[in-house]
C-alpha cells in the first residue's frame, strides 16, 4: 500500500520509525519540515502539537510513531485528547515492531505483544495494515474511522513491517566529517576499564562490535538497548551510587532531545565522576536519517545552562581525542559534543549477549 494514502490529511507530526519509512520519506518528499508536517521531540510533545493543530484549525491531525512510543502518548491522549475530556480527534499511525511471531529485537518483544492491548485500552479504535491490505480496504476502514473521529475520539493503523511503500528517494546526509563508530573507537581508547553507558539504536551495536574488535569483554558496557532518551539518566544514578568510579555516557542528539530535562538533573546533581558524551550528527538516523531540530540548537549552551561545569566540543579526532583526554581526568561533571555525520556500515551486526547477559555481566562488574 502506498504511503500517498494518507494525503488527504492536512498536519502531520510524530518521531520517526524505520517501520514507517516509505511514510516519513513521504512527508520529507511533499512537504520536508515546516507547518505542515513537524518531527517533535518526543510522542507526547506530537500529541501536544496535534491537539493545538486542532483547536486553531478544527480539523483531525495525524501523529506516527514507533510502537515503544506509546508509553509517551498515554498521558496526553488519556487526560487531554479523550472525549470524556476535551474530545479531540488523531489519527495514529504506529509502527508495529516486536509483532507477536515476527522475530525483532529484545526491546520490542514485550512491546509487541502489548502494542495493540495498550491502544485499546485508551479507547483508540485500531485497524493492522499488512503488505496484504490493500488501498480499498484501507479507505473503507478510514470511512468507518471517520464517524468516531467526529465524535472526538483517536484512531489507530497499526503498520506492519513492509505494509507501506514509497517509490521516491530521499538522501539524508549533513556535513560533518566524523563517523560515528569511529568517534566510538576513540572513546573506548580513552575510557579503557571505566564504565560505559550506551545509548539505544546503533551507537550501541557499534560500542558492542569495537569490543568484539578489540578482543575485550563486554562486561563494562550497560548497552541501553530501549527506553530512547534515558541512559544519561541510568548513568547518572550509577555515578551517584559508585563515586569511587569513573562513569561516561554515550549519548545521542535525538535521545538527548526527546528527555532535555535528563540534562537539568545531571546539571544539578553534578557528579563529579560523570563523562556525558553527546554524538550530535542531527538527525534519528538509528530508524533512516531523518532530522532533528538538533542543527538549531547549541547543546553546549544548554549545558552550560544546566549546570556541568565542564563543557567541550569537537568537529575533529584531533578535537575528540584532546575533549576525552581532559575529561579522562577531570573531577567535575563534563559534557562533550562530538559533531558527526550520518551513516553507518551497511554490516553492522547486533549484540550477540542477550539483555539479561549484558545486565548480569555488568552489575559483576560494577561490584568488583
Not at 169 to 179: G, V
Not at 220 to 238: P, Q, R, Y
Not at 267 to 273: A, F, I, L, Q, R
Not at 354 to 359: I, M, S, V, Y
Amino acid at each position: 500500500m502506498r504511503a500517498e494514502v494518507f494525503k488527504e490529511f492536512e498536519f502531520f507530526t510524530g518521531v520517526p520509525d524505520s517501520q514507517l519509512r516509505a511514510l516519513c520519506d513521504f512527508l520529507m518528499s511533499e512537504y520536508g519540515i515546516g507547518e505542515k508536517h513537524i518531527i517533535a521531540a518526543n510522542e507526547g510533545n506530537c500529541v501536544a502539537l496535534a491537539a493545538g493543530y486542532h483547536l486553531a484549525t478544527g480539523k483531525v491531525p495525524v501523529v506516527y510513531l514507533q510502537n515503544s512510543g506509546i508509553g509517551n502518548i498515554i498521558n496526553p491522549v488519556a487526560s487531554l485528547l479523550n472525549d470524556k475530556v476535551y474530545a479531540i480527534p488523531c489519527v495514529f499511525v504506529v509502527g508495529y515492531r516486536g509483532e507477536p511471531g515476527i522475530h525483532d529485537e529484545p526491546q520490542h518483544i514485550y512491546q509487541g505483544e502489548v502494542t495493540v492491548k495498550l491502544l485499546e485500552d485508551m479507547d483508540i479504535a485500531t485497524f493492522v495494515v499488512s503488505k496484504e491490505t490493500t488501498e480499498e480496504e484501507f479507505f473503507e476502514k478510514l470511512e468507518e474511522f471517520k464517524a468516531l473521529l467526529a465524535k472526538g475520539k483517536q484512531v489507530a493503523f497499526v503498520i506492519r513491517k513492509g505494509a507501506l511503500t514509497f517509490e521516491g528517494k530521499i538522501k539524508y546526509e549533513n556535513k560533518n566529517s566524523m563517523c560515528r563508530e569511529d568517534i566510538i573507537r576513540h572513546i573506548a581508547e580513552h575510557t579503557e576499564k571505566d564504565v560505559v553507558i550506551s545509548t539505544t539504536g546503533k551507537a550501541s551495536r557499534e560500542l558492542f562490535e569495537i569490543r568484539e574488535a578489540r578482543k575485550e569483554g563486554h562486561e563494562k558496557d550497560f548497552l541501553t538497548v530501549g527506553s530512547m532518551g534515558h541512559a544519561s539518566s541510568i548513568a547518572l544514578e550509577i555515578a551517584l551510587c559508585k563515586k569511587d568510579r569513573k562513569i561516561w555516557c554515550i549519548d545521542g542528539d535525538g535521545a538527548a532531545l526527546m528527555h532535555l530535562g535528563a540534562m537539568a538533573l545531571l546539571g544539578s546533581n553534578k557528579p563529579e565522576n560523570l563523562v556525558h558524551i553527546l554524538i550530535n550528527n542531527s538527525a534519528h538516523e538509528t530508524v533512516g536519517g531523518m532530522p532533528t531540530v538538533a542543527e538549531d540548537i547549541d547543546f553546549c549552551a544548554i549545558a552550560k545552562a544546566c549546570g556541568y561545569k565542564r563543557v567541550l566540543s569537537a568537529k575533529n579526532f584531533e578535537e575528540l581525542d584532546k575533549a576525552l583526554k581532559e575529561a579522562k581526568t577531570a573531577t567535575e561533571l563534563t559534557f562533550i559534543e562530538a559533531k558527526c555525520s550520518i551513516g553507518a556500515r551497511e554490516n553492522l551486526g547486533r549484540p550477540t549477549t542477550t539483555a539479561l547477559e549484558n545486565k548480569e555481566n555488568f552489575m559483576k562488574f560494577l561490584k568488583g
